[in-house]
């Protein structure tokens, strides 16, 4: 869909006053902010399958803010960072009690599908769960 010239400079004039909008609150992630996102971080909210927008807006908070704690606080994105606090999460309950089936564990820590937590956990440990579980 080609635009219309009026509509494109329209469109250039309303990112430009939203990304002013943005950067004029970005001098610093708030206290309140990092408050919020710190609760939901510590009530396990990250185990919910969720997008990072629904997450934000669930927190009352902008998604690029949202978004922006993470890369300043943990210096990589939301998903990056879930996905590897939801392996450690299931590396420790893999190790606390082994009679526990994989498939659970992955539930547990919010990844219901059983391959895509078993191709997680490699991504991140270089090992299957069972092979995790198997050392420790």
């Known amino acids: 869909m080609k635009l219309e010239l009026h509509d494109r400079i329209a ?7 939203r990304l002013g909008r943005m950067f004029k609150r970005r001098g610093g992630i708030s206290g309140q902010t990092s ?3 710190r609760r939901w ?9 969720a997008s990072l927008q629904e997450v934000a807006d669930s927190l009352g908070l902008y998604k690029e803010d949202f978004s922006l704690f993470f890369r300043r606080v943990y ?4 998903l990056q960072w ?9 590396k420790r309950l893999l190790v606390k009690d082994k009679t526990i089936p994989t498939a659970i564990i992955g539930e547990e820590v919010g990844i219901s ?3 895509n937590f ?3 956990f490699r991504e991140i ?7 995790w579980r198997s050392k420790h």
């Open 11 to 17: 469109l250039f004039f309303t990112r430009k006053a």
């Open 35 to 37: 408050a919020t996102i």
């Open 41 to 49: 971080i510590v009530s396990m909210g990250w185990t919910e399958d």
């Open 75 to 78: 210096g990589k994105n939301f």
């Open 82 to 90: 879930r996905k590897e606090i939801r392996i450690d999460e299931a």
């Open 113 to 115: 599908d059983k391959s």
């Open 118 to 120: 078993k191709r997680q």
């Open 125 to 131: 440990t270089g090992c299957t769960p069972a092979q």
